[in-house]
């Protein structure tokens, strides 16, 4: 990625954007997407290790990255990763909520904490988000949230009713929020099918890990798919607000 070499895009550049669950997948492609595209990106996630090559890389090639470890089932490290934004940058532009899990299984395993790390993830991580950057974009006077929800918020299918809850939830959420925002915020729902990540790794039910696995290797998209509709989202003039975007691989059904 040649940063130094990238086609002004003024829907984008300059814009600070915070990303949760930076560090892989859609996090990952979606900060190097961007950065590219001149945004300066504040990076959260567990992960720090991958936190810092992952700033290293977008630095390297002259683009502006800066990060802090951020569990968004703690409220607290959301609050952090908006302020480092703010004291670092100035402001905020865009807050991508796009940390989330999916450790599916049937309901009668009774993998409660399962159950309850994706409601603490998807649906809490979003909501402390939220609380997070509300605030700063009121006073801004502006702001853009980018809340990744899934096609398993608009259908719910075998083995996945719990997750296909959190993400009914995210689309909710995210659509109050709209309709309460005013003319002065955006809110954008992005809903992927399959992506080509490593969300197969929390699954515990061993079948339904191997099955995820095979549908994931066969024909899910390349999670830059999902940065480029991101940044459509972003690079939009202020009064347009794109409410959301269903993005899945051809071959899904």
Known sequence: MDISARISLSGIEDKV????????????ATALLLAERGAKVVLGARRMDRLEALATRITNGGGEAVYTPTDVRRRADLTDLVNLA????????????????MPISPLDDLRVEDWEDMIDINIKGVLYGIAAALPVFRQQGFGHFVNTASTAG?????????YSGTKFAVRAISEGLR???????????ISPG??????????????VKARLEESRDKFAMPP???????????EQPADVDVNEIVIRPTAQI
């Open 194 to 207: 399959f992506v080509r990540t490593n969300f197969a790794e929390g699954v515990t039910n061993p079948e």
């Open 179 to 189: 309709q309460e925002a005013g003319d002065k915020v955006r809110v954008t729902i």
């Open 17 to 28: 954007v915070a990303i949760t669950g930076a560090s892989s997948g859609i996090g990952e």
């Open 86 to 101: 703010c004291k670092r940058y100035g402001k905020l532009d865009v807050l991508v909520n796009n940390a989330g899990v």
């Open 154 to 162: 608009h259908k719910t299918v075998l083995n996945q009713s719990v």
């Open 224 to 234: 830059d798919a999902i940065a480029r509709a991101i940044a459509f989202a972003i």
